[in-house]
């Protein structure tokens, strides 16, 4: 009997509906830029985004999360906003977002859109306004302008670090200083200031009247700073920013610290007040949580009733390839979550963090979300892509909602060996190279592997190159290939809607030892070895899905280490 035998054989009962299409959707984040070229200048756009919308449609996912297209100077890849109504010319028009739209509803698609609200960029007309004002102005109060310390205002006003690397703040000719948790190009806004909410509640508006189905919220933990800006001598322990993921049982057990500039209770009356916008417009409208907080009880403060439907779940990316730390991450997901009624939001990748597909490759897997190994170490091709294929079934077959990465269904790993001359992250350049960046995670994708830049875009030209091995990555070399990556996922999304997988429960499995995660959901067995050796599967067993080869066959009697299966018991 292992220790395992004392926890509770049920920790999530099935939800009451399958209404509600956000507690249990899988929803595809496109990364614009890297997505698909439909221009020919080598850069993703919405046109792009829109004649590739049917591989969407066929892999099986409901809906979209398109990362942010609007009108900036691309100083961070778009999450610095000129215009947070305006499409940039890099990315389309209007009229291409509205056509977009119209073709994934077509398709059974819903569409959710970036919002940036933490910050704008230094080309928005607000601040180029505040700039030109001066100190003590109206127009400087949407922003955090403070006078400096030191005998002439020579130094920042308080210690704080920006995530990318050096100070938070950045001196202005007049002398005052402005923070930015980020770049210097992407001003903070001040949420105290009654202008700018209004005015993020009238953009929430513009976009739900041209159709869209939610917002994904970026840094929702941000925003409202504590009074009086106070110095913190801790380290940001934002996973987007560190070279450190929090360790499991801190994610679960809450001895993390956000410090003053993070998760502030102020944040929920803005919520709040956003859930109500939301509740005006009928089809059943969804805000997404981008809240790198801890514990997750802090994390489900976001998903209460009257606030966002969803939230990321990265206690659950940061933790290691490792059954017992996964386990209670699981098992602590759904406590919280089930406390105030909301569903648990699983992710995997995004466009801030390594892909899974090298980070469950290193030897402490998982360990770095925001980095590639310690020291030269690279992560293992073969070991990485076998372990995510076993991760992202497991997390397939969990009840909840679910995101996946773009580029994640063809098994891609990140481009480790990219060039630093071509690199074009900000937090490289803020760290002196310290940090590698995420450039790695937004190479474009493979289409095609025998056209010019793996037919990303008509004219073979793509704006990061990609590695020559992606060839056998690429879309058209897996499409109809039984055990590829694409038709793992492709199956995998069937069966979970087929099961009504997302609005399931979950009764733990305690028989197979601590190397393994076993647990019922509805009438459905799922199976993850995360060990080495195999392990010994009950007989007469229907399998429906597997991550990897079984050695046996449909009645396979053994599950190889780093691997995955869905099945029926007899």
């Given at each position: ?114 919002l940036v609200p933490n910050h704008t960029s230094d080309e928005h007309v607000w601040f180029e306004a505040a700039m030109a004002a001066g100190p003590g102005s109206a127009e400087r109060e949407r922003y955090l302008f403070r006078e400096g310390q030191g005998e002439h205002g020579e130094l920042p006003p308080n210690n704080w670090q920006s995530i990318f690397g050096g100070p938070a ?214 070991l990485g892509l076998r372990r995510a294929r076993a991760a992202t079934l497991l997390m397939l077959g969990l009840p909840g909602s679910a995101y996946l990465y773009q580029g994640e269904e063809l098994g891609l790993p990140d481009h480790t060996a990219l060039p630093d001359e071509l690199r074009q992250d900000p937090a490289f350049f803020r760290t002196g190279g310290a ?136």
């Amino acid at each position: 009997m292992t220790s395992l035998d004392t926890r509770p054989a049920v920790v999530h009962a099935p939800s009451a509906t399958d209404g509600e299409w956000w507690r249990h959707a899988v929803i595809y984040q496109v990364y614009p830029r890297s997505f698909a070229d439909g221009s020919g200048d080598g850069i993703g756009d919405l046109p792009g985004i829109t004649s590739r919308l049917p591989h969407l449609a066929e892999l099986g996912v409901d809906a979209v999360w398109l990362s942010p297209f609007y009108r900036s100077p691309q100083a961070d890849a778009g999450y610095d906003v000129a215009d947070y109504r305006a499409v940039d010319p890099l990315f389309g028009t209007l009229d291409d977002f509205d056509a977009l739209l119209l073709r994934a509803h077509d398709l059974g698609l819903r569409v959710i859109v970036d919002l940036v609200p933490n910050h704008t960029s230094d080309e928005h007309v607000w601040f180029e306004a505040a700039m030109a004002a001066g100190p003590g102005s109206a127009e400087r109060e949407r922003y955090l302008f403070r006078e400096g310390q030191g005998e002439h205002g020579e130094l920042p006003p308080n210690n704080w670090q920006s995530i990318f690397g050096g100070p938070a703040w950045t001196r202005v000719a007049d002398g005052q200083w402005y923070l930015h948790l980020f770049d210097s190009r992407q001003p903070d806004l001040n949420w105290e200031h009654p202008e700018v909410r209004s005015e993020f509640e009238d953009v929430l508006r513009f976009w739900l009247d041209r159709g869209v189905d939610g917002f994904r919220i970026d840094v929702a933990h941000g925003m409202v700073k504590e009074p009086g800006l106070p110095d913190w001598d801790g380290h940001v322990s934002m996973i987007e920013g560190s070279d450190d993921a929090p360790a499991a049982e801190d994610t679960v057990s809450g001895s993390g610290n956000q410090g003053p500039m993070f998760d502030q209770d102020g944040v929920h009356e803005i919520y709040r007040a956003w859930n109500r916008v939301l509740s005006q417009y009928a089809g059943d409208r969804a805000l997404v949580a981008e809240a790198w907080v801890e514990p997750l009880s802090r994390l489900a403060r976001y998903v209460r009733p009257d606030e966002m439907q969803q939230a990321f779940n990265f206690a659950f990316l940061a933790t290691l390839w490792d059954a017992p730390a996964l386990r209670s991450v699981i098992e602590a997901s759904y406590v919280t979550a089930d406390s105030v009624g909301a569903p648990t939001t699983w992710v995997l990748s995004n466009h801030d963090v390594v892909r899974h597909a090298s980070r469950l490759g290193l030897a402490e897997a998982g360990s770095r979300p925001n980095g590639i190994g310690h020291g030269d170490e690279q992560p293992d091709e073969e070991l990485g892509l076998r372990r995510a294929r076993a991760a992202t079934l497991l997390m397939l077959g969990l009840p909840g909602s679910a995101y996946l990465y773009q580029g994640e269904e063809l098994g891609l790993p990140d481009h480790t060996a990219l060039p630093d001359e071509l690199r074009q992250d900000p937090a490289f350049f803020r760290t002196g190279g310290a940090e590698r960046g995420r450039d790695g995670c937004r190479v474009p994708l493979p289409w095609a592997a025998d056209e010019a830049g793996f037919g990303f875009s008509p004219t073979g030209v793509t704006w990061l190159p990609q590695p020559p091995s992606w060839a056998s990555y690429a879309l058209d070399a897996q499409r109809g290939v039984e055990g590829s990556t694409y038709e793992t996922y492709r199956g995998a999304l069937a069966l979970r809607r087929a099961e009504h997988l997302g609005t399931g429960g979950l009764t733990w499995d305690h028989t197979f030892g601590d190397e393994v995660i076993a647990f019922e959901n509805r009438d459905v067995l799922v199976v993850a070895n995360l060990g080495t050796d195999a392990v010994e599967l009950p007989t007469g067993l229907t399998v429906l899905a597997a991550s990897g080869d079984l050695p046996d066959g449909p009645g396979t009697a053994t599950l190889p280490g780093d691997t995955t299966v869905w099945a029926r018991r007899a």
